[in-house]
């Protein structure tokens, strides 16, 4: 009986790390829209997803204060190797750690970005070989809004003296 117990456990366990597994390949487009970063040691390269299905694309050089930016379309298809489709987006990397002569063209070919997801994290692979990829930003959250402070008052049962009459003295007054 005891040993039952044990491989029940040892079931239970396997199967637990088996759901939080799937969990990690479970991704949602909806999972995937923000801001993404990857540093090419060279420039930044900065992907913002919307929500809408379109994409803006910025990169900066080193040492420079100017952006490039482009946009178009995105879209993310599912299955075994989920990945992000850019439509006309630039490529910026050569495929072997320079910077491209026409970096700041945009591609008519489609530039598609593995989706890998962590339990810390969610990436786009632009370059699997390299291990290169942007790294989705951590979006800060706006500070909770504190509720206003209200002063209640009683309300005021004085009447304002009538124009061109005296003030009536104050029940304290008249008792003196």
């Keep these: 009986m005891r040993t039952t117990t044990i491989i029940r456990a040892a079931?239970?366990?396997?199967?637990?790390?088996?759901?939080?597994?799937c969990n990690l390949y479970d991704i949602s487009r909806d999972d995937l829209v923000g801001d993404?970063?990857?540093?090419?040691?060279?420039?930044?390269?900065?992907v913002r997803l919307a929500n809408d299905g379109n994409?803006?694309?910025?990169?900066?050089?080193?040492?420079?204060?100017?952006?490039?930016?482009?946009?178009?379309?995105?879209?993310?298809?599912t299955g075994q190797r989920p990945e992000v489709v850019l439509q006309n987006?630039?490529?910026?990397?050569?495929?072997?750690?320079?910077?491209?002569?026409?970096?700041?063209?945009a591609a008519t070919a489609p530039q598609t970005l593995l989706v890998?997801?962590?339990l810390a994290s969610l990436s786009l692979l632009a370059d699997e070989s390299r291990s290169l990829a942007f790294t989705k930003l951590k979006q800060e959250q706006p500070p909770?809004?504190?509720?206003?402070i209200f002063r209640?008052?009683?309300p005021n049962t004085d009447q304002p003296p009538e124009p061109?009459?005296?003030?009536?003295?104050?029940v304290s007054d008249q008792a003196k």
């Design 116 to 118: 890998k997801k962590t």
């Design 164 to 170: 061109d009459q005296p003030a009536k003295p104050a």
């Design 89 to 105: 987006s630039l490529r910026i990397d050569d495929g072997a750690g320079k910077l491209r002569a026409d970096f700041k063209t």
């Design 11 to 21: 079931l239970a366990a396997i199967l637990a790390a088996g759901c939080a597994a």
């Design 36 to 46: 993404y970063q990857l540093d090419l040691g060279y420039g930044v390269e900065t």
């Design 152 to 154: 209640v008052t009683p």
């Design 55 to 77: 994409y803006t694309q910025l990169f900066r050089l080193a040492g420079d204060e100017t952006w490039t930016t482009n946009s178009g379309a995105w879209e993310f298809k």
């Design 144 to 148: 909770a809004k504190t509720p206003p």
